[in-house]
C-alpha cells in the first residue's frame, strides 16, 4: 500500500476519500491474499524501546523478571512496549501471542502486520504511536487472559498510561477496552465512539485479530481509524514534534 502524501489545497474529506480509496484497495487485497507468519516483520527489535524515559525503563526491568503468576513460568520472553513513549497516542492490545513472545515486542505477527497496515492508512506508524497490551506474558495457546492474571499484570500498563500520559488511547478489542473503561459490555456496542477518562480520549475499536477473521468488521474498523485520524487533526497531534 502506497504512502499518502498530503498537500495543503487538498481538504480534509478529500484526504479520507484518498485513505479511503487505499483502505478499500487493502481491503480488497487482504480478502484475497494470505499474509505469511514469517515474513521479516521490519521492525527495530531492540530491548530498549523505552530509553529515554527512566521512569519507563524501570518498570520494563521489573517486567521482564515478573513472577507475579504462572506465565512468568511459561513465557520465553515478556512484552513490554514498541514505538514512542513520548507520542500522545496509545495504543493497547490484548496480550503477547506466540511471535511476540519469540521477539519480546508487541504486535509482530499476523495481527500485528495488519495493524501496521490500519496505521499506515491514516498516516501513522510504530514511532508515532506507543504500543503495549493489557498482559505482558503469553497466556499459553493464546488463550483469553483470565481475571487474576489481568489484575497481577495491569499495574504495569496503569504505569505505562501515567508515564506515557496520552492525549488519545485507541483500545483493541474487548480485553483492552473493558479492562480501560471498566465495563463488561462488549467491544461492538462500545466502539464507534469516545469516552473521557482522567483527561484523556478512549477510542475503542475491534482486535487486528478479529478483522482477520471477519471481513465484516473491517468496515467499522476503518470508521474508527476515520475518528482517530479527525481527532489528531482537531487536536493538532499530527504535527510529529513529539
Ligand atoms: N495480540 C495482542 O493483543 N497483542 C499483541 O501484542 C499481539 C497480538
Redesign the pocket.
Known amino acids: 500500500m502506497k504512502a499518502i502524501k498530503y498537500s495543503k489545497p487538498v481538504s480534509y474529506d478529500q484526504q479520507f476519500l484518498h485513505i479511503l480509496a487505499d483502505f478499500k484497495n487493502w481491503v480488497y487485497q487482504e480478502s484475497r491474499f494470505e499474509i505469511h507468519s514469517n515474513d521479516d516483520p521490519g521492525f527495530s527489535l531492540n530491548d530498549t524501546q523505552s530509553g529515554g524515559l527512566p521512569e519507563l525503563s524501570v518498570i520494563h526491568q521489573k517486567v521482564k523478571t515478573c513472577q507475579k503468576c504462572p506465565l512468568g513460568q511459561s513465557r520465553n520472553k515478556a512484552?513490554f512496549a514498541d514505538g514512542n513513549p513520548n507520542s500522545p497516542i496509545m495504543l493497547i492490545?490484548?496480550?503477547?501471542?506466540s511471535e511476540?513472545d519469540r521477539l519480546g515486542l508487541?504486535?509482530v505477527?499476523n495481527?500485528?502486520k495488519l495493524l501496521d497496515k490500519m496505521l499506515h492508512s491514516i498516516d501513522l506508524n510504530r514511532e508515532k504511536v506507543y504500543i503495549c497490551?493489557v498482559l505482558k506474558c503469553r497466556p499459553p495457546g493464546n488463550r483469553n487472559p483470565n481475571d487474576q492474571e489481568i489484575e497481577n499484570c495491569s499495574p504495569y500498563l496503569e504505569q505505562q498510561i501515567q508515564m506515557v500520559n496520552p492525549k488519545i488511547i485507541m483500545t483493541?478489542?474487548n480485553f483492552a477496552t473493558q479492562f480501560i473503561l471498566k465495563v463488561e459490555t462488549g467491544i461492538s456496542r462500545l466502539r464507534g465512539k469516545t469516552y473521557q477518562l482522567d483527561g484523556r480520549i478512549i477510542l475503542p475499536t475491534y482486535?487486528p485479530?478479529a478483522l482477520l477473521h471477519n471481513n465484516q468488521l473491517k468496515r467499522p474498523a476503518w470508521n474508527d481509524l476515520k475518528l482517530l485520524k479527525s481527532l489528531i487533526l482537531k487536536l493538532k497531534l499530527d504535527n510529529n514534534t513529539y
Open positions: 512484552v492490545g490484548e496480550a503477547p501471542g511476540e508487541p504486535f505477527g495481527a500485528g497490551n483493541l478489542g482486535h485479530s
